[in-house]
């Protein structure tokens, strides 16, 4: 009795274990029987010569059951069975099987494989198939990466030209490029191999972990992937899928969106410096249309600080993305981040090259980089790396938009730079940016020529990088200098006080910069133009200002703090005016209190930069400039 309760208790066991497992294909043929109810599986695999594997899922309780035999048995079984010589060794077997009496019916399994049901192309392009092929690339997600290559009928050549730069031998090799944003989920397996912890910091949390933590913290971990994601069999692949990435978390999710103190934020733009060496900014002030935030003063300090002693004394490389308040009349000038001279502004562009109604303009946005459109479905954003808090394993999204995603393709391919010519300055990045990029979408009217013969348009910039032009013009470049060789005119006058701007009309402010003082200041080349103005108005989008250069041309700003790249290159001697008018809402009035202009530009080589020089004013009557004073900034937004 004992015996017999051992012995069904074991062939219990065994009916659920099985004897061998269920996908060992390299030594065993697997077949499905489908076995009498009332008869034991187990038995019937036994008196067959056959190992039980166990039930088919569900199905076993209809009588399916996975039976097994390794190759060599196979080949005895049908040697011993075989007693017609045109069929081949499973025949046999399968014949075998069906004779006996308990079971109705067989089936040989042939491991099959499968393949997940996304909106993939119907046909990758022949390009994506010579990448494919040319850089042994088996990222699911290639295929989707047209800011990498686009071969889309309409849009060819809608891409950042990334594979000429690969065609170089150039994958990002040796750069580090810090992303600066909500967290990065740095185990996602997409990510894994490049990233460096001694470089990463969460001063939100004050921990050196930087993972994200909340409901939708994946924005960082997007920004990631774009930049260097892992050549391997995840996702997609960054642009310079050799460069290292580090996490600096400053922000928090996307709903919440964080506070932090200045002095964590100045922290988090030059931590470890040394060791980081472009740092990624896909966030800043609210896009409201209200908001006018700009760095703190310990912000601008660290800004300083880094292009000053950053990476050795060449100065750290910041990309800050423009802003996606376009649907709210937002104007990027609002945005101290971009209107700083020490970053690269970027904006974005749709595959179809086309401004999407989200992006802002101004015209301190230096360049303009691929990114999803209005129309950002599944497949039409920008390919990367992902992270919910919800989702498990390595996740992807193929939607990816907004001057988010513009900027880290520019720091991507900064990152190619980097690898090649590490001896180059931020400015370098800024000079290279704007001489290599290339006008897109020619016909739209905002383009205009600039005095030292380049287009330029607010709202995209001098045009978008192209990886390999980029990187030839990068192999011969000969280095500007870091911030020891940058000189200042600053204008130095105030402005007549409380003078109110006339409704329709008009104040117009001259400052006359002289060859003498150009010499002064050992003033070479002009690159940035700041102005900086004090104005009391009751509706801010009713005032309009605007600087006209010596040569005629004219820059337009609808904000506060103002910064201009459309000079660049251009003579600095001559009268430089700015324009302040009131066009809107005769109820709502103003006065033009003051503006202070600023000219930075290239030393003469072999020159000390001397102090700023005061500029002389012709405007009469006149008592000298007011600078305004720019807010301490607490909130942070994701963009």
Sequence with gaps: MRL???????????AKAGEVPPNDYEKYTYLVIQVDPTKSAVDVAHSLGFLYVGPVGELGALGYYQVAQTKDGIRKIAALKRRDDTLTAI???ENHLIEHPAVQWVETQVPQKLYLKQATPDVET????????QY???DPEFGYQWHILNETPGQIGHDHNISAAWAQGVFGKGSVVAVVDDGLFYKNNDLTDNYIAEGSFDFVRNTADPAPFSESGGHGTACAGEIAGVKNSVCGVGVAYQAKITGIRLLGDAKSNSVITPANQAAGINY???LNQIYSNSWGPNDDGKSMDGPSELMNA?????????????GSIYTFASGNGGRNGDNCAFDGYSNSIFTIAVGALDRR??????DENCTGKMITMYSGGDDSAEGLGIATTDWTSTGSGDQCQRKFDGTSA??????GIFALVNSIRPDLTYRDYQHLSINSAIVVNATHPSWFKTAAGRMYSPAFGYGKLDAGRTLDMARAWKSVGGAGNVTVIDSGFKAPANTAIPQGGDVRLSVKVTQDIKNQASFLKLEHVTVTVTIDHQRRGDVSINLISPSGVKTGFQAWQLLSVAHWDEEVVGEWTVVVSDKSHPEATGTFKGASIKFYGSAKPGAVPVAPVAATTTKSGATGFVAAGVASLAGLLIL
Excluded: C, E, W
Aim: aromatic letters at 4%.
């Design 4 to 14: 017999s309760l051992i012995a069904t208790l074991a062939l219990s066991l065994l």
């Design 91 to 93: 025949q046999v077997v």
């Design 126 to 133: 022949p390009g994506i198939q010579k990448l494919r092929k």
């Design 136 to 138: 042994d690339i088996k």
């Design 272 to 274: 470890k410096f040394q």
């Design 302 to 314: 660290a800004l300083l600080n880094g292009v000053t002693n950053g990476r050795g004394g060449l």
């Design 353 to 358: 090259d086309a401004q999407p109604t989200y």
């Design 406 to 411: 513009a900027t880290p393709l520019a720091s």
